[in-house]
């Protein structure tokens, strides 16, 4: 996917990726972020750097996929906070996913992202559905 979005003239502006992050709890327990590798490809593709202590998951909520869909909506614009964000100002961040169901998670991550001075967010996913 990396050499597709290379190609993409809006992605070649992109400084660094970012991934939706997965709370510490829940890392522990699974024993991998799903996203990790697929946003770490796509940093090397796009020859950026991969920022994943930027964007933090604070609480743990119920996995969204089992939720109906507008339960996902929810309270999750204050599932998630910023640190360390000198790192990307005035950048292009691509945010990254493995799957968009409603877009709430990607709506809550990017809202927090665009609180950064001069940041903007594209996004890529590795599924979509519907």
């Not at 939706?20 to 024993?31: A, F, I, N």
């Not at 493995?98 to 001075?117: F, N, Q, R, S, W």
Request: positive net charge; contains cysteine; aromatic residues 6%.
């Amino acid at each position: 996917m990396g050499n597709e979005l290379k190609e993409i003239d809006c992605y070649k502006e992109i400084t660094a990726v970012v991934p939706v992050p997965l709370h510490r709890s829940r890392l522990r327990k699974r024993g991998y972020n799903q996203v990790e590798k697929f946003g770490k490809a796509t940093a090397n593709f796009l020859e950026v750097p991969y920022k994943y202590t930027v964007l933090v998951k604070k609480s743990v909520s119920t996995i969204q996929t089992i939720k109906k869909r507008f339960a996902r909506w929810g309270n999750i614009d204050v599932t998630f906070l910023l640190e360390n964000t000198a790192v990307l100002e005035q950048s292009h961040v691509l945010l990254v996913d493995d799957l968009v169901t409603t877009g709430a998670t990607l709506e809550a991550c990017a809202t927090k992202l665009l609180k950064i001075p001069g940041v903007k967010v594209s996004l890529a996913t590795m599924a979509i559905t519907h």
